[in-house]
């Protein structure tokens, strides 16, 4: 069929009825059956920011002038920033649900306590709700971990740290005088215990109370810089020498299996050197005292403690 191009641009209405048509020839005009004119096209574009071909085509003198229609600012930032202010509220809900839950309901036990039957021993036991225990005598701590539970409303404590571990490593505990008191019921007995303040440690340094220093005519500190400082070996724990004549030494809990249970252990000293000898004193709660001396030197950057060498650590 050959359609003629002066009939296309001189019909004002289109039929409702879709006639087929053929390919239009090379030089057939460009028509639109749409009652939109471009005026509306340019018009809708410009609400989204996009300018028409005409408004583009301009002069370089005009280009300073023209300025691009202002776009519109997109509307999906609002549900992002919605969605998560409502995840950290509710992120702040549940943490806030955790906490009250492991302050109030969480079974745990918190103080330092005494065992009834040897209140004045200077030995404490100390509790955190976090699962931490200890045995504290001043300048020794023994120290590991214990979880509770409830198994039918009771609580019921479980642990292989020795001093729990050696009466069975499970107990049902039980209060009264409002949690002031409490019993650890093993199979094989029980344990009582008053809840108490743990008192202060303080080392003085300067106090020189070994036993040999009368003896060796020792009446102050005498610190050697080649020892101050933290000193490691893998199997035997850390030691650390500070400058004011204190110390400590630190050996991580293991467990044996051996045994059947396990530990970590802590000392508090004071310390003096006197020629090859470094000589310590432990002091406990209840006033006792506990001398050790090590023979010592310096081998290659390395402390060597009574024939074992130990590793300066870096701090």
Excluded at 156 to 171: H, N, R, W
Excluded at 224 to 242: A, S
Excluded at 287 to 296: A, V
Aim: glycine residues 10%; aromatic residues 12%; hydrophobic residues 35%.
């Amino acid at each position: 069929m050959d359609i003629n191009k002066d009939e296309i641009l001189d019909t004002e209405a289109v039929s409702e009825e879709v006639i087929p048509v053929e390919e239009p020839a090379e030089d057939a005009v460009e028509s639109s059956t749409l009652d939109v004119t471009q005026e509306d096209i340019d018009e809708e574009m410009a609400r989204y920011g996009v300018t028409s071909r005409d408004e583009c085509e301009h002069t370089e003198e005009q280009t300073e002038e023209y300025t691009a229609p202002e776009k519109k600012k997109g509307f999906v930032q609002m549900p992002i920033l919605i969605t998560a202010v409502a995840i950290l509220i509710t992120t702040i809900i549940i943490s806030g649900v955790v906490l009250v839950y492991n302050g109030f309901f969480k079974p745990g036990i918190s103080g330092a306590y005494v065992l009834a039957d040897a209140a004045d021993s200077g030995t404490y036991f100390v509790f955190d709700k976090d699962g931490n225990v200890a045995m504290d005598g001043g300048g020794i701590r023994y120290f590991g971990t214990y979880t509770m539970d409830k198994v039918d409303g009771v609580d019921v404590i479980s642990s292989d740290f020795y001093f729990i571990a050696s009466y069975g490593g499970q107990a049902t505990v039980t209060y009264t005088d409002n949690k002031n008191t409490m019993t650890f019921t093993f199979a094989a007995g029980s344990l009582n215990f008053i809840k108490t303040k743990l008192p202060d440690h303080e080392v003085d340094p300067q106090n020189i109370t070994h036993a040999s220093a009368d003896e060796l005519g020792i009446t102050e500190p005498n610190i050697v810089d080649g020892v101050i400082g933290t000193w490691t070996e893998e199997m035997y724990g850390t030691y650390t020498f500070n400058a004011d004549g204190t110390g400590s030494y630190l050996s991580e809990y293991s467990y044996s299996e051996y045994m059947g249970y396990g530990l970590g252990m802590e000392y508090k000293f004071k310390y003096t050197v006197y020629e090859d000898e470094i000589l310590i004193t432990l002091d406990y709660y209840g006033g006792q005292k506990e001398d050790g001396t090590f023979t010592y030197y310096l081998d290659k950057g390395n402390l060597v403690l009574n024939g074992v060498g130990y590793t300066k650590v870096d701090k």
